[in-house]
């Protein structure tokens, strides 16, 4: 019986299809140049015919090569080392060569066993984060080249990609102390990790040259379920901010101090390390540093290409790291003083943020939104806002909604572009996620004693100029507490301006839209002019407005035009003089819109009546 199956086929049924011998049909098959043009064609033509197809293995034996490079890494669950591994593959693919990968499962034992088995089997290895002591990696270098480490510093003679850990966590550390945290928690990685030596190198030096820094160092480990594990005794260390391994540690412990009721930034802020995929979705957003994971495995293929194959050319240098700032970090929590006492208010530049304070400490911040998702409309904010006393007054990126941002001008829809973040309401859908977010961009700003100008563009989504605005922000002593001023002066230089919100596209009752106040969520007493609680204060003309919660005090005034008051309580809580309550506003071409608030912060509960009496003297 004759064969019939293809893959049985050999070399030698070739050769005597094409007349000649096997030697010819394999120098034809590896592309040797030595063979006549027409015997070449004869050959091809005969494999063609009986679907002839050479064998890997018996070509890698004729050549000595097989085209496969081995990568040994400790753990493939780490999505960083799933990104490098993709760098590496796609770039490889481009040369010809095909990706071994074999995992030692963080097992600093099995390394050098799994290293040289992986080496037999390929023309080259990559080893990533190799976890082996260095007397162990010193004596299994020269057993595996080519090799090449990555994210661990091997002797002169052996190529490496290292990112400098301790530079990332460096950056960390800066960026929590200009936040204004001196006692910070380190959840180390594993002991037998290069980079986690790194780390602690780097924050030994931290140590030294910032003054007033503390380091509780606590071992914890690599994974989720390590910085889940974390959470009491970072609690017990009594700490206001938290540098995690990597990302996974801090998605752990995230997720503990939710369930434990810790809030994170407000009680506690926490950062990570990698800016894995995932880290932007975390709750809350995580402060990170960004390592170019991919591009880690890219170069990684670079360098060791350039040691196995001639002519392969000039590297490039490890990709920059940068800090990834998003909602996880925020200032240092400050205690609450029981006998409050200030001198005079002044404005000063911290960094690329200004701030609010007096002898009593910090009593505002203004960010400018520079690094908010465009999905939550960037615009510039104040938060914290806090008494004399300390009490915060102001919350930012609320798990209940995202998009809100301590106190800021926001307008659900201008010209039909989003300036309030989040979801817009649409006739006949409800709240639907469109791509219709605009931004407000500072210009500049000049600040003197008392008072911080910010003049502003606003842009919708396209990033065409739609509105200018200046802002006028000042601060003073007032009644046992303290004053804010809000004066904005809005021009529509662009043409006419329509005002809209989702009460007027069709949505009852949600006027929202103006100079918008998020406060903390806690049990609230509402007082105005037209009595106590909620219904009274909805939609009202009051010029006054006071939320209570506890012994703090929030006292919002409308000193000029009075727009009906859009508030909540029980969702959250939170209230605006509301631009479009039920009809859209509209402005001509080159027409100004002045919009003003007067808040009073004070370190005690008002009734109606002390509440009336304060608003008739501000």
Known sequence: MGRTPKDSITIADV???????????SRVMNGRLSVAPEIVARVRAAAERLNYRPSDLARSLSLGRTNMVALVVP?????LFQQILRGITNASAAAGYKVLVAETDEDPDAEAGIAIEARRRCDALIMVSPRMDEERLLELLPQVQPVILVNRQGPAEVASVVVDYGRAVRIVVDHLVGLGHRRLAFLSGPAASASNVLRLQALAVAEREIPGLELVRLECGRSIEDGYAAVERVLEAQVTAVVAFNDLVAFGLLARLNEVGVAVPADLSVTGMDDIGLARFAVPSLTTVRVPQTDLGELAWQRLHASIAAGAGETDAVPELRLAVRASTGPVPQEPRSQASADQIGWLQQ?????????AGLLARYEFGRRMPQVHAPRPYLHPVRTLGGHPLTEVNPVDHRHHYGLSLSVAQVNGTSHWGGRTYVRGQGPTLLTNHGQQRSRGVTV?????????????EQGRPQLVERRCLAGDL?????????RSVLTARYGSIRIDSPATCG???AGYGG?????PSAPTTVLSADGEGLDAAFGSGSPWLAFVQGNVSLLLLQPDQVWPWFLRTTEYVGACPALAWDEPLTLQPNQDLTLSLTALLLDRAVDAAEAKTLADQL
């Open 15 to 25: 050769a005597r299809a094409a007349e000649v011998s096997r030697a010819t049909v």
């Open 75 to 79: 753990d493939l669950g780490n999505p």
């Open 351 to 359: 960094g690329d943020i200004f701030a609010l304070g007096s002898s």
């Open 448 to 460: 003197d004693d008392r008072s911080l100008v910010d003049d502003i563009t606003w842009y919708d």
């Open 478 to 486: 007032a009644f046992g507490g303290w004053r804010l001023d809000w």
């Open 507 to 509: 949505r009852e009752g």
């Open 515 to 519: 100079i918008f106040w998020r406060l």
